[in-house]
C-alpha cells in the first residue's frame, strides 16, 4: 500500500516543515565526527506499525545511519520492549528524531485501537473498516495502519466508489433517481452504495440492486430487521454510534463491515521513545 515514491515525497515535505531553515540547536552543537546510538523503546503495549516510514526519515538525512529493528509492522509490542537499534551521526539523528516518531507513534496508534475494535466482535464475521475522517494529506498512512491492525479499507477517496449520502438523495429526489442517473455515467468497474436511515430506504435501495447498503445510525433491531430485508443481495455496513463498547452488538445483527472514524480520528499515539 505505502508506494515508496509516495513515503519519500511525504516524508521531504515533513523534513522540510520541521527542519525549516535548520536546526539551530544541533548544528550549533554537533560536529561533523559526532556519533550517537540509540534505542527505539516503547513505553506501552500495542501493535507496531510504520516501521519502514520511520526509516525512510533517517535514509533521506544520512546513507551513514544504521538502524536494526527487532519486530515488524503488524507485531504485538509490549511495555519496555526494545523495537530497534538505530545508530549514526549524531547532527542527522537528532534532525529526524522527531519527524520519525511522529509517524511510528500515529500510525502504531491507529493500528492498536483498530485491532481492539476488531478484537471485540469476535466470534461474528463482520470486519471493521475505517473512513473518510482522516488527517489531511495522512490517509494513506493511516489506512495502511487500519490494515496492519487487522481491519478492512473503505474507499480511498471520492472516486473509488459512488456512496449516495443523505444530501445525494435530496439533490436527486430519491434513492431510485439518483441510483439510475449514476448508472447512466460511472463506469461499469466502479460500485454503488446508498445511504440508508430507514428500512423504506433498505427496501428501496434492494429494488434499484445498490451493491453496497450502509445503515446510518440504525438502532440494534432495525439492523437485525436491515439484514433480513437485504437478505444477501448486497454488501450491508453499519456505520453511527460505533463505539468500543458497542461493536459486538453491532456484529452480531449479521452485518458484513462496520465503519468507525474512532478507529482513525480517536487513536491516541503509542507511545515509543528514542533513547540516545
Known amino acids: 500500500m505505502l508506494n515508496k515514491l509516495y513515503v519519500e515525497d511525504h516524508v521531504k515535505a515533513a523534513l522540510k516543515e520541521d ?3 535548520g ?3 544541533t548544528e550549533n552543537l554537533a560536529g561533523g565526527n559526532d556519533f550517537l546510538e540509540g534505542e527505539l523503546n516503547t513505553r506501552s503495549e500495542g501493535v507496531l506499525c510504520g516501521c519502514e516510514v520511520f526509516k525512510t526519515v533517517f535514509r533521506m538525512l544520512s546513507d551513514n545511519i544504521k538502524i536494526k529493528f527487532y519486530f515488524k509492522d503488524g507485531d504485538n509490542i509490549k511495555k519496555g520492549d526494545k523495537i530497534a537499534d538505530i545508530s549514526g551521526p549524531a547532527k542527522e539523528l537528532l534532525m529526524g528524531e522527531r519527524v520519525a516518531l511522529n509517524y511510528i507513534q500515529r500510525m502504531s496508534g491507529i493500528a492498536t485501537e483498530t485491532a481492539k475494535y476488531q478484537n471485540a466482535i469476535a466470534p461474528f464475521s463482520a470486519k471493521i473498516v475505517d473512513t473518510r475522517k482522516t488527517t489531511p494529506n495522512f490517509r494513506m498512512f493511516e489506512k495502511y495502519a487500519v490494515k496492519i491492525g487487522g481491519g478492512a ?4 477517496n471520492l472516486s473509488d466508489c ?3 449520502k443523505d444530501n445525494h438523495i435530496r439533490l436527486a429526489g430519491s434513492i431510485t433517481n439518483a441510483v439510475a442517473k449514476l448508472r447512466e455515467n460511472i463506469s461499469h468497474a466502479h460500485k454503488i452504495e446508498v ?3 430507514t428500512l423504506e430506504q433498505v427496501k428501496e435501495a434492494v429494488s434499484v440492486n445498490a451493491d453496497i ?3 446510518d445510525n440504525m438502532t440494534v433491531d432495525m439492523m437485525r430487521e436491515a439484514v433480513k430485508i437485504i437478505n444477501h443481495t448486497a454488501v450491508v455496513e453499519a456505520s ?3 463505539r468500543l463498547e458497542t461493536v459486538n452488538e453491532i456484529a452480531s445483527t449479521g452485518v458484513d463491515i462496520i465503519s468507525s472514524s474512532a478507529i482513525v480520528a480517536k487513536a491516541p499515539t503509542l507511545d515509543l521513545a528514542l533513547d540516545m
Not at 479499507?153 to 480511498?156: A, C, K, N, Q, S
Open 195 to 197: 445511504e440508508c436511515d
Open 153 to 156: 479499507l473503505h474507499r480511498f
Open 19 to 21: 527542519i525549516g531553515f
Open 240 to 242: 453511527g454510534n460505533v
Open 162 to 164: 459512488a456512496m449516495i
Open 23 to 25: 536546526d539551530i540547536t
Open 213 to 215: 447498503i450502509m445503515l
